[in-house]
Each structure stands twice: as structure tokens, then as C-alpha cells.
């Protein structure tokens, strides 16, 4: 099953996380078959905090991926934003 997720990168206490593509059945940052976006939790200043391409993440789900909780609930925050 395809699934999009958050996969963790960046260093001790500064999480950042890529919003990927991937088989379920992958590790978490193991391979994954594209990045569709990008979330910073803390992002300070002029930093963007959350960026997505809506039009990649739609096709996926289109096509029968299925979305984490989370990245469900940015994926609302991010269409509230851009509306």
C-alpha cells in the first residue's frame, strides 16, 4: 500500500520533517518514491513552516495512497492557508 508520511530529518532538537510518498511497508527514512512537501515545527522568523504541493499529494491520493493522521491534518491547515 502507498502511504504519504512524515519521514524526520534534521538534528538533535530541531526536527524537520519531508512529507513523502512511499510504500508502507518501508522504514521511515528508508526510500521513498517522491517528496511532496516539507513541515518545519519550529520554524522561526521569516522560515517557512509548512509548504506542500497540493497537486502531487492529490494525484497520489487519486490513485489510492492513503495519508498519516498527520499529514491529514496539515494538509487541511495548508488549504485553509492558501485559500
Known sequence: MVTIRLTRRGGKKTPFYHVVVTDSRKRQ??????S???FNPVARGAE??????????DHWVSKGAHMSD??????????????
Open 48 to 57: 517557512i513552516k509548512l509548504r506542500l504541493e497540493l497537486a502531487r499529494i
Open 36 to 38: 511532496v512537501g516539507i
Open 70 to 83: 498527520r499529514v491529514k491534518q496539515l494538509v487541511t491547515t495548508f488549504r485553509k492557508q492558501a485559500a
Open 29 to 34: 527514512g528508508g526510500t521513498s518514491l517522491e
